[in-house]
């Protein structure tokens, strides 16, 4: 089955710096690979997410990576703000509707001002 | 688009009671809903993944007579907690995939305390 690792556990950034948060997956059939940010208390939200036939999307300040050789991808935050710390979570599927998603342990992200 | 709720937010219980949890899509049919459970401070562990019109599967080590789960429509999943103990308090959150689709969406999630 898949196994997802993230790292690093928790990051803190001054405002306006750049975070990069590292996941690495086992599985060479997962195709479908989101980040979700989760406020304390509060549900998932997806971020961003990318498929396997492209290697780089943007969103404004969010990027994500995916390297399929290496079977690793990263989420980019660019011009951090303090409204961006909360946990970050990569996940990993299969894609195939219905396939669920195995999480990274998830990264505490603190933006100091 | 792709709203999930979850009802109720919030349950305290007594331990030995049930407790039911629903899960909606509210604009959106979704085949398969997923079942989480998330510890302080942990990531997300998938319990079980509910499938519309047919059993649940669930993962390992989640026991599937203590939750029951019911996928009766393309937009109703519930979680029933049978004989609650202290040890299952949690914080619950179903998920919902538009069929189809990958993209998953989460519901606000269900705060159990079993006292």
């Known amino acids: 089955g898949e196994n997802v690792e993230q790292h690093p556990s928790t990051l803190s950034v001054q405002e306006g710096d750049s975070a990069v948060i590292k996941c690495t997956y086992s599985?060479?059939?997962?195709?479908?690979f989101p980040w979700y940010k989760q406020e304390l208390g509060k549900r998932p939200q997806l971020i961003i997410d990318?498929?396997?036939?492209?290697g780089e999307k943007k969103d404004q300040r969010i990027a994500v990576t995916l390297n399929k050789t290496a079977k690793h991808f990263s989420l980019h935050i660019t011009e951090t703000q303090p409204e961006d710390s909360a946990v970050y979570f990569c996940?990993?599927?299969?894609?195939?509707?219905?396939?669920?998603?195995?999480f990274g342990a998830g990264t505490i992200l603190r933006v100091k001002s | 688009g792709a709203v999930v709720s979850q009802h109720p937010s919030r349950v305290i219980c007594k331990s030995g009671t049930s407790v039911k949890i629903e899960c909606r899509s509210l604009?959106?049919?979704?085949?398969?809903m997923f079942w989480y459970r998330q510890f302080p401070k942990q990531s997300l562990m998938l319990m079980a993944t509910?499938?519309?019109?047919?059993?649940?599967?669930?993962e390992q080590g989640v026991e599937k007579d203590k939750f029951l789960i019911n996928h009766a429509s393309l937009t109703l999943s519930t979680l029933t907690v049978t004989s609650a103990h202290p040890e299952d308090s949690s914080f619950y959150i179903c998920?919902?995939?538009?069929?189809?689709?990958?993209?998953?969406?989460f519901g606000p999630g269900t705060r159990l305390t079993v006292t």
């Open positions: 998920s919902a995939s538009e069929t189809g689709v990958d993209r998953e969406y």
């Open positions: 599985d060479s059939a997962s195709n479908y």
């Open positions: 990318i498929r396997s036939n492209v």
């Open positions: 996940a990993a599927t299969p894609g195939e509707y219905g396939n669920k998603l195995v």
């Open positions: 604009d959106f049919q979704a085949t398969t």
């Open positions: 509910s499938n519309e019109g047919s059993k649940a599967t669930y």
